[in-house]
């Protein structure tokens, strides 16, 4: 994020923008950059966590030992 956004606010004074308007641009860049990575995160936390299985107790040894035992 903060690479695109220094690289928005760099072309913005190439193209003849006052420091202050670039660095609004990238600063505006970097935030919906932010944004719609929160966006996803939110997505994908509510459609792959699974209601399924949850408050389950789980015998770690029991996973580790077949886990070790079927070879993967």
Known sequence: MATLAENRTADAV???DTAATALTEGFKLG???TAVTMVVGVLAALL???EDG???KVDLAAVQSAAIEGGG
Do not use: D, K, N, T
């Open 31 to 33: 935030f919906v950059i």
């Open 54 to 56: 949850r408050g389950e």
């Open 14 to 16: 190439r193209a003849g």
């Open 48 to 50: 792959l966590f699974r």
